[in-house]
């Protein structure tokens, strides 16, 4: 089953309990989300205590037509935000809008947990959840190897793609523990790419539907060793309710 369908909760939401004195609405936008070409409000909406960041996110959307509310609520363990945001663009049809959700949650990797939700007909999917995309990117097999040189080669043996990044700028930081005074490795040396991605909702030559751009950073010795990242192109399919890769679009960029 998959854990993402339906998360729709009931219709039931009155607007004074964003009221409530530790509860705040995040973000608010307007289009049309349930298809009746009827623009909807779309409201983020998150509770603050203690802690710096806000939680217990949840979209809630006032239907453009009958007035009346819906709640969705985002998975538990990636509910919570600094500066969370959202965004109404067309993904999977021309003719509506999906909802996604922006959840920066920081760290050295400004990691953000990200939702794609159709809510077409007044029922709410989600299309994308947090942890989709990392799924996704385990299927690419990309590999980061130190080669000789101040060179790392970048490569995906599922795309059939590599890239080599010049890394010499950081000579200084490499030499001893990474590289000899020669250039020469002194022992295998392998970085890793971040699963999670950084997505941008984006159109290519005016294009409709949006894709997504995900940037992948790329670590060396460690998270906070960022070489470069890798950036991709998905699409969504709706006829069997997956993204798929565009791999003519894919590419690496130095740090």
Same mark, same amino acid.
């Given at each position: ?36 070409? %009827?623009?909807?409000?779309? #409201?983020? =909406?998150?509770? &603050?205590? *203690? ?8 979209? $809630? ?83 980061? %190897?130190?080669?000789?040189? #101040?060179? =790392?080669?970048? &490569?995906? *043996? ?8 010049? $890394? ?88």
């Amino acid at each position: 089953m998959n854990p993402y369908r339906n998360p729709y909760v009931h219709s039931g939401y009155r607007s004074h309990a964003a009221a409530r004195q530790n509860r705040y609405i995040l973000d608010k936008q307007i289009g049309d989300v349930n298809g009746d070409s %009827i623009p909807d409000i779309v #409201y983020l =909406v998150g509770e &603050k205590n *203690e802690k710096p960041f806000y939680e217990k996110i949840k979209v $809630i959307v006032q239907d453009g037509k009958t007035r009346l509310w819906y709640v969705i609520p985002l998975d538990s363990q990636y509910s919570m935000a600094y500066t969370p945001w959202l965004i109404l663009a067309s993904f999977a049809n021309v003719n509506r809008n999906e909802i996604m959700v922006n959840l920066p949650v920081g760290g050295s990797g400004a990691l953000t947990y990200y939702y794609v939700i159709s809510f077409l007909n007044n029922q709410a999917e989600y299309i994308l959840g947090p942890e989709q995309f990392m799924n996704l990117s385990d299927t690419l097999g990309f590999e980061v %190897i130190y080669l000789d040189h #101040y060179r =790392v080669l970048v &490569k995906s *043996e599922t795309l059939n793609q590599s890239y080599t990044l010049d $890394i010499s700028a950081r000579k200084e930081v490499y030499e001893g523990s990474v590289y000899d005074k020669d250039g020469k490795l002194i022992k295998p040396q392998e970085g890793f790419v971040i699963d999670l991605p950084h997505l941008y909702p984006i159109k290519i030559d005016g294009s409709v539907p949006y894709k997504l751009e995900a940037q992948h950073d790329i670590a060396g010795t460690s998270h906070a060793d960022r070489l470069g990242s890798i950036v991709l192109y998905w699409k969504y399919k709706g006829d069997n309710q997956s993204w798929v890769l565009d791999p003519k679009m894919f590419f690496v960029t130095l740090q």
